[in-house]
C-alpha cells in the first residue's frame, strides 16, 4: 500500500511527478506567481533530470514553442501547470526538445519534453519545476507529498472534491 492509499484510502484523484529529483513545498519557489500560489496550489521539484513526462492521463492544453512549459487537462479534471525553470522563457527554447503537442491525449508517464539541465543553469537559470493545479480551488483535499527524493512518475498529489 501506497503513502497516500495509507493515510487517505484509495480516494481521489493522483498528480505523479513529472520529472525525477527533490519535491518541496511550492512556498519554496522564489517567483510569486508560483511561490505566493497566485495560478494555483501545487508542488516544485527540483529536477536530477531532464526528461518530463504526462504527470497523468490527459490532454495537451497548451505545448510552450518554447518548451519551457506545458499545461495539461487530466482526464479526471484538474488542469495542470509544468513550468521547467524559472524565466527560462527567456530561452527561446533552447536547451528544450518538445515531444508532445497542443491537443494530443497523452498517458502518465509519457515523454512530453526535454531539457538540458546543467545548460540552462549554465545560462544562470533556476532550474525549479513548479507543478500547479491550476483549478486547485475546485477540491476539497488537497493533499502534497514534499520534502523528499521522487521518481518521475511518483505520486505528489491527492486531490478529492
Do not use: W
Not at 490532454?59 to 513550468?83: K, N, P, R
Amino acid at each position: 500500500m501506497g503513502f497516500f492509499s495509507s493515510l487517505f484510502g484509495k480516494s481521489g484523484d493522483v498528480i505523479c511527478a513529472p520529472v525525477a529529483g527533490k519535491a518541496v513545498p511550492i512556498s519554496q519557489v522564489s517567483d510569486p506567481t508560483f511561490g505566493e500560489e497566485i495560478l494555483g496550489k501545487g508542488v516544485a521539484i527540483i529536477p536530477s533530470d531532464g526528461k518530463i513526462v504526462a504527470p497523468c492521463d490527459a490532454t495537451v492544453d497548451m505545448m510552450f514553442d518554447t518548451g519551457h512549459a506545458v499545461s495539461l487537462v487530466a482526464d479526471f479534471g484538474a488542469e495542470i501547470l509544468v513550468h521547467i525553470g524559472l524565466d527560462t522563457v527567456n530561452l527561446k527554447g533552447e536547451h528544450f526538445t518538445v515531444h508532445a503537442k497542443s491537443g494530443e491525449k497523452v498517458t502518465r508517464g509519457q515523454l512530453l519534453m526535454e531539457v538540458d539541465l546543467e545548460a540552462v543553469k549554465a545560462k544562470g537559470y533556476d532550474v525549479i519545476t513548479p507543478v500547479v493545479i491550476c483549478n486547485s480551488g475546485e477540491y476539497s483535499t488537497f493533499k502534497t507529498q514534499v520534502d523528499k527524493t521522487v521518481a518521475a512518475g511518483d505520486e505528489i498529489i491527492r486531490l478529492a472534491k
